[in-house]
């Protein structure tokens, strides 16, 4: 991919006279500029349009748009850095299995892929030139993309290969919703649904009695999900999909995105900043005051926190304020030779027979599991990741949580990272001499 340089820094602004909710309760959302200064700047010459938005936890974000913007969150969405991509690309569609494990799709059957929760990213063969503009991760290992005439695309190999599935459709295929390996959800132009409960050995089309476009689809379980589209368009299902139901959301503007946390607390999100809430299932949807007349193109979860929607003009939107974000936990970390910890060391034989990286447990919450990282990092783009055994944090006395990777370890520049539920802790760099 063409590199970009730039950085699409975000800054949170309370609208005026808008106070932060207490804990449990919701306020006004709260908008997010691009740029370092009141006045937004732009990442390129023309604004950019962010298409999709995923969460792997309450702090690890990413949005995906126009000149192939990725752009990464590692605070709950109070800074957002920009990371290289290919102006001439549009990014349609980005979801997370976990942590570490999340695929980017885009124009012209793009799909990229990231081990490494999101520091660098792979192209991966989609077998089609194909625009794609969904994608659901359920694992490591199994994703599903969507695409236009119906194209429907699945790995059960990390992206090792993507197998076309025949989806019965030629219609444009929007939005997936996958709640296991078995049972996905699509939707289309002209009302089209189509559903499999099978892994995709088969696919079947459900008449809704509409023809409107349908963007955006969400499932909290295999019973229970939503699809949204156009003229405010709002359909639910209580039986997994064999049946829909068209619900009042209020409005005629087109829905783009639609996000549930449960079987009763969801939002949908479309043009001209339009926002709705249901508290109830569905059962009525009432409008939230966004501040954007933008329109609003996707909607996610930080898991146990905020809701972020992503839109036109480069906006970034709070749509849900469950309180003040929980302050990000951090650690000292640092490598030496010795499994008693100690001082860090910058500089490594290369005959070492065991390298220790060490996290400081101070301030850690009882019980948190600390997962270290070993990567190599002298050839630029070339990462080399190994998956510890985590230690845990908090047991009785204990302050120091630490892993260790066998020598000799090839010379050069080497990094270790701690995480914690897939937040960075802290990381120790070092050279092997």
Same mark, same amino acid.
């Given at each position: 991919m063409e590199s970009r340089v730039g950085c699409l820094a975000v800054l949170v602004a309370f609208a005026a006279g808008v106070a932060m909710a207490p804990q449990g309760t919701s306020s006004a959302p709260v908008s997010v500029s691009v740029g370092m200064s009141a006045s937004p700047s732009r990442i390129s010459s023309a604004p950019v349009t962010l298409n999709g938005v995923? +969460?792997?936890? $309450? +702090?690890?974000g990413w949005a995906v748009g126009s000149h192939g913007t990725i752009a990464h969150t590692v605070d709950g969405g109070a800074i957002w850095t920009d990371q290289p991509g290919d102006d001439d690309n549009v990014l349609q569609g980005v979801a997370f299995a976990d942590q570490r494990?999340?695929?980017?799709? /885009?124009?012209?059957?793009?799909?990229?892929?990231t081990r490494d929760g999101g520091a660098s990213w792979q192209l991966q063969p989609s077998g089609t030139g194909q625009a794609l503009f969904g994608v659901s991760a359920v694992s490591a290992e199994t994703a599903t993309v969507v695409g236009a005439q119906g194209t429907i695309l699945r790995t059960t190999d990390a992206g090792g290969t993507w197998q076309r599935e025949a989806s019965g459709t030629s219609y444009q295929l929007y939005a997936i919703a996958c709640v296991?390996?078995?049972?996905? &959800?699509?939707?289309g132009s002209n009302g089209t649904i189509v559903r499999t409960a099978n892994s995709g050995k088969s696919w079947g089309i459900k008449s809704v009695g509409s023809h409107r476009v349908l963007s955006g689809v969400a499932f909290v379980d295999e019973r229970h /999900? &939503?699809?949204?589209?156009?003229?405010?368009?709002?359909?639910?299902?209580?039986? /997994?999909?064999s049946t829909w139901v068209l619900e009042s959301s209020g409005t005629g503007m087109g829905l783009r995105g639609v996000v549930c946390v449960n079987d009763d607390d969801c939002w949908a999100v479309g043009w001209g900043g339009t926002i709705l809430h249901s508290s109830n299932g569905g059962r009525t949807w009432l409008p939230e005051a966004s501040g954007t007349v933008q329109g609003l193109m996707a909607i996610a979860v930080a898991k146990g926190r905020d809701a972020w929607a992503v839109g036109f003009a480069d906006t970034i939107l709070r749509v849900a304020n469950r309180g003040a974000p929980p302050k990000a936990p951090s650690a000292r970390v640092y490598v030496n030779t010795s499994m008693a910890g100690g001082s860090s060391m910058a500089?490594? $034989?290369?005959?070492? $027979? !065991?390298?220790?990286?060490?996290?400081? @447990? =101070?301030?850690?919450?009882?019980?948190?599991?600390i997962s270290f990282h070993f990567?190599?990092? #002298?050839?630029?783009?070339?990462? +080399?990741? !190994?998956? @510890? !055994?985590?230690?845990? =944090? /908090?047991? #009785?006395g204990a302050t120091d949580s630490f892993a260790y990777v066998y020598g000799p370890l090839k010379i050069g520049r080497w990094r270790c990272l701690a995480t914690a539920n897939g937040h960075m802790l802290g990381e120790a760099g070092f050279t092997v001499v």
């Amino acid at each position: 991919m063409e590199s970009r340089v730039g950085c699409l820094a975000v800054l949170v602004a309370f609208a005026a006279g808008v106070a932060m909710a207490p804990q449990g309760t919701s306020s006004a959302p709260v908008s997010v500029s691009v740029g370092m200064s009141a006045s937004p700047s732009r990442i390129s010459s023309a604004p950019v349009t962010l298409n999709g938005v995923a +969460f792997a936890g $309450p +702090f690890d974000g990413w949005a995906v748009g126009s000149h192939g913007t990725i752009a990464h969150t590692v605070d709950g969405g109070a800074i957002w850095t920009d990371q290289p991509g290919d102006d001439d690309n549009v990014l349609q569609g980005v979801a997370f299995a976990d942590q570490r494990n999340g695929w980017i799709v /885009g124009w012209g059957g793009t799909i990229l892929h990231t081990r490494d929760g999101g520091a660098s990213w792979q192209l991966q063969p989609s077998g089609t030139g194909q625009a794609l503009f969904g994608v659901s991760a359920v694992s490591a290992e199994t994703a599903t993309v969507v695409g236009a005439q119906g194209t429907i695309l699945r790995t059960t190999d990390a992206g090792g290969t993507w197998q076309r599935e025949a989806s019965g459709t030629s219609y444009q295929l929007y939005a997936i919703a996958c709640v296991d390996a078995l049972r996905c &959800w699509a939707v289309g132009s002209n009302g089209t649904i189509v559903r499999t409960a099978n892994s995709g050995k088969s696919w079947g089309i459900k008449s809704v009695g509409s023809h409107r476009v349908l963007s955006g689809v969400a499932f909290v379980d295999e019973r229970h /999900g &939503w699809a949204v589209g156009d003229a405010g368009t709002i359909l639910g299902t209580a039986d /997994g999909g064999s049946t829909w139901v068209l619900e009042s959301s209020g409005t005629g503007m087109g829905l783009r995105g639609v996000v549930c946390v449960n079987d009763d607390d969801c939002w949908a999100v479309g043009w001209g900043g339009t926002i709705l809430h249901s508290s109830n299932g569905g059962r009525t949807w009432l409008p939230e005051a966004s501040g954007t007349v933008q329109g609003l193109m996707a909607i996610a979860v930080a898991k146990g926190r905020d809701a972020w929607a992503v839109g036109f003009a480069d906006t970034i939107l709070r749509v849900a304020n469950r309180g003040a974000p929980p302050k990000a936990p951090s650690a000292r970390v640092y490598v030496n030779t010795s499994m008693a910890g100690g001082s860090s060391m910058a500089m490594i $034989p290369a005959a070492t $027979p !065991q390298v220790y990286c060490h996290a400081d @447990l =101070a301030g850690i919450a009882a019980g948190v599991s600390i997962s270290f990282h070993f990567q190599e990092v #002298s050839v630029p783009g070339d990462y +080399f990741v !190994q998956e @510890l !055994q985590p230690g845990t =944090a /908090g047991a #009785s006395g204990a302050t120091d949580s630490f892993a260790y990777v066998y020598g000799p370890l090839k010379i050069g520049r080497w990094r270790c990272l701690a995480t914690a539920n897939g937040h960075m802790l802290g990381e120790a760099g070092f050279t092997v001499v």
